[in-house]
C-alpha cells in the first residue's frame, strides 16, 4: 500500500459559498474519494487548521506521499513544521503539490527560487499536452487533455528547469505553462501540477484525477535502504602527501 496524507489549507471552503458548492466537505475530501478507489492506495488527510496542521512527526513518520493544496495562507504555516515536511522529503517521502501551491513555504524551499508565475483568473479553456509520452505520469492519457475552466497560469514560472517535463500547458488567452514538473530532492520525488483552481469543479475531472493517480505511485519511496550516515572517512590507500 502507498500511505497518501493530503493536506489542505481548507479555508477557501469554509469563507465562500460558491467554492463550497463544489467542494462542501473540502478539496482534501474529492482527492481522497478518488484515491481511495484505487486497491493499493491508503488515504488520510490533514488540514492547517489541525494542531500542527495535521503534519506531525508520527503522520509523517506514516506518509510515503504527501499531497498539499494551499493559497491564502501560505504564511501561516508553521517554519517548524515546513522544516519537518522537508527532512521527511530529502528522506525520501513523495511530494505532490498542487496548482497554487506554488508559492507554498514547502515547495519554494525545495525549489530555491521565487516560484512566481503569470495568472489570470476569468474561468478559460486550457489544453494540457503531454510532451513526455510513455512517463508514468501520462499513463493513461492522449496527447493532450482538456480542462474547459481553469485559472491562467503563464511562464515564466520561475522554478529551476525541471529533470522532467511531462506537461505543457495551453491556455485560450495564449499563454503556456510548465505544467507537470517532476524533481527529485534528496530522495524524495518532488512532482508540481498546475490544475486545480478552487473555483470550478477541476478534481472532478478523470483525467486530472488519473494523472494525481498515477503521481502518487510514482512519487512513492523507491531507495531500499537507510540513509548513509556521512562523516569524516579513513582513507582505503595510503596517501603519502
Ligand atoms: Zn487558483
Same mark, same amino acid.
Given at each position: 500500500?502507498?500511505?497518501?496524507?493530503?493536506?489542505?489549507?481548507?479555508?477557501?471552503?469554509?469563507?465562500?459559498?460558491?467554492?463550497?458548492?463544489?467542494?462542501?466537505?473540502?478539496?482534501?475530501?474529492?482527492? !481522497?474519494?478518488?484515491?481511495?478507489?484505487?486497491?493499493?492506495?491508503?488515504?488520510?488527510?490533514?488540514?492547517?487548521?489541525?494542531?500542527?496542521?495535521?503534519?506531525? +512527526?508520527?503522520?509523517?513518520?506514516?506518509?510515503?506521499?504527501?499531497?498539499?493544496?494551499?493559497?491564502? !495562507?501560505?504564511?501561516?504555516?508553521?517554519?517548524?513544521?515546513?522544516?519537518?515536511?522537508?527532512?521527511?522529503?530529502? !528522506?525520501?517521502?513523495?511530494?505532490?503539490?498542487?496548482?497554487?501551491?506554488?508559492? !507554498?513555504?514547502?515547495?519554494?524551499?525545495?525549489?530555491?527560487?521565487?516560484?512566481?508565475?503569470?495568472?489570470?483568473?476569468?474561468?478559460?479553456?486550457?489544453?494540457?499536452?503531454?510532451?513526455?509520452?510513455?512517463?508514468?505520469?501520462?499513463?493513461?492519457?492522449?496527447?493532450?487533455? +482538456?480542462?474547459?475552466?481553469?485559472?491562467?497560469?503563464?511562464?515564466?514560472?520561475?522554478?529551476?528547469?525541471?529533470?522532467?517535463?511531462?506537461?505543457?500547458?495551453?491556455?485560450?488567452?495564449?499563454?503556456?505553462?510548465?505544467?507537470?514538473?517532476?524533481?527529485?530532492?534528496?530522495?524524495?520525488?518532488?512532482?508540481?501540477?498546475?490544475?486545480?483552481?478552487?473555483?470550478?469543479?477541476?478534481?472532478?475531472?478523470?483525467?486530472?484525477?488519473?494523472?494525481?493517480?498515477?503521481?502518487?505511485?510514482?512519487?512513492?519511496?523507491?531507495?531500499?535502504?537507510?540513509?548513509?550516515?556521512?562523516?569524516?572517512? +579513513?582513507?582505503?590507500?595510503?596517501?603519502?602527501?
Amino acid at each position: 500500500m502507498v500511505r497518501v496524507t493530503i493536506w489542505n489549507e481548507y479555508l477557501h471552503e469554509l469563507e465562500n459559498e460558491a467554492v463550497a458548492k463544489i467542494y462542501p466537505e473540502g478539496i482534501h475530501a474529492v482527492i !481522497a474519494d478518488f484515491l481511495k478507489k484505487e486497491g493499493d492506495i491508503s488515504v488520510r488527510t490533514a488540514t492547517l487548521n489541525e494542531p500542527e496542521h495535521g503534519l506531525t +512527526e508520527e503522520v509523517l513518520a506514516e506518509t510515503d506521499v504527501l499531497i498539499w493544496w494551499g493559497h491564502k !495562507a501560505h504564511w501561516q504555516v508553521s517554519d517548524s513544521v515546513v522544516e519537518r515536511v522537508y527532512q521527511r522529503v530529502l !528522506a525520501g517521502m513523495g511530494l505532490i503539490v498542487l496548482h497554487s501551491g506554488h508559492h !507554498a513555504k514547502i515547495f519554494r524551499k525545495l525549489m530555491g527560487t521565487s516560484c512566481d508565475l503569470r495568472w489570470r483568473d476569468v474561468g478559460e479553456k486550457a489544453r494540457v499536452w503531454v510532451v513526455e509520452q510513455g512517463h508514468p505520469i501520462a499513463q493513461g492519457l492522449g496527447d493532450y487533455f +482538456e480542462i474547459p475552466r481553469e485559472e491562467m497560469y503563464g511562464e515564466r514560472f520561475d522554478v529551476p528547469a525541471p529533470d522532467c517535463l511531462v506537461f505543457l500547458s495551453w491556455f485560450k488567452g495564449g499563454e503556456v505553462f510548465r505544467s507537470g514538473c517532476c524533481y527529485q530532492r534528496g530522495r524524495g520525488r518532488i512532482f508540481y501540477f498546475q490544475p486545480g483552481h478552487e473555483t470550478f469543479p477541476v478534481y472532478y475531472q478523470p483525467e486530472v484525477q488519473r494523472v494525481i493517480v498515477n503521481a502518487v505511485r510514482w512519487a512513492k519511496p523507491s531507495f531500499v535502504d537507510n540513509r548513509p550516515v556521512l562523516m569524516h572517512s +579513513e582513507p582505503l590507500e595510503e596517501l603519502n602527501n
